[in-house]
T-cell receptor, first 113, second 111 residues
């Protein structure tokens, strides 16, 4: 069972560079989301999607873009990286219904210098 | 809007002693509540969830949590700590199409 797969696990970027964090799930979940984790702040929602072709902003969307062309994939794009985007990023997926378990990837540790 | 507050950023206990991680929530309707655990350099794993079927919820690895509506609390407990319980724990409430996380409690187990 692959579950939720994130790549890469580690990345160092220079300020102004762009990159895409990949996320794929094989559980046919409708709902996918991206969070960033910073010390003492828990996980904060960046963007989410309730199905292919549908995305919406979360709590901290600035500087990030997403798209959802298939049920399985939900990439997160940083168009022009900034040091403030240094963080650990988690992708998660679940069924849309309430009170269902969310499954998380292993995380991507991103450093912007 | 839904929110959660974890009352302790760090809890330290000795192996074999009880664990208590405190969580208060705010919700405008009957909440869906979860506890997740994150071991070092790992993703998050579900410990337990409140389904409204019972106020005392049992989870994996001997953890349980009690939902108290009058106190708006959902504290996590374990009778006897094990070294492998050292991790970060998150209390989570489900909002409209999103999960809202508490700030996290780091649990340290002393030998």
């Amino acid at each position: 069972n692959a579950g939720v797969t994130q790549t890469p696990k580690f990345q160092v970027l220079k300020t102004g560079q762009s990159m895409t964090l990949q996320c794929a799930q094989d559980m046919n979940h409708e709902y996918m989301s991206w969070y960033r984790q910073d010390p003492g702040m828990g996980l904060r929602l960046i963007h989410y999607s309730v199905g292919a072709g549908i995305t919406d902003q979360g709590e901290v969307p600035n500087g990030y873009n997403v798209s959802r062309s298939t049920t399985e994939d939900f990439p997160l794009r940083l168009l022009s990286a900034a040091p403030s985007q240094t963080s650990v990023y988690f992708c998660a997926s679940s069924y849309v219904q309430t009170n269902t378990e969310a499954f998380f990837g292993q995380g991507t540790r991103l450093t912007v210098v | 809007a839904q929110s959660v507050t974890q009352l302790d950023s760090h809890v330290s206990v000795s192996e074999g002693t009880p664990v208590l991680l405190r969580c208060n929530y705010s919700s405008s309707y009957s909440p869906s509540l979860f506890w997740y655990v994150q071991h070092p350099n790992k993703g998050l794993q579900l410990l337990l969830k409140y389904t409204s079927a019972a106020t005392l919820v049992k989870g994996i690895n001997g953890f349980e949590a009690e939902f108290k509506k009058s106190e708006t609390s959902f504290h996590l407990t374990k009778p006897s700590a094990h070294m492998s319980d050292a991790a970060e724990y998150f209390c989570v409430v489900q909002g409209a199409q999103k999960l809202v996380f508490g700030q996290g409690t780091r649990l340290t187990i002393n030998p």
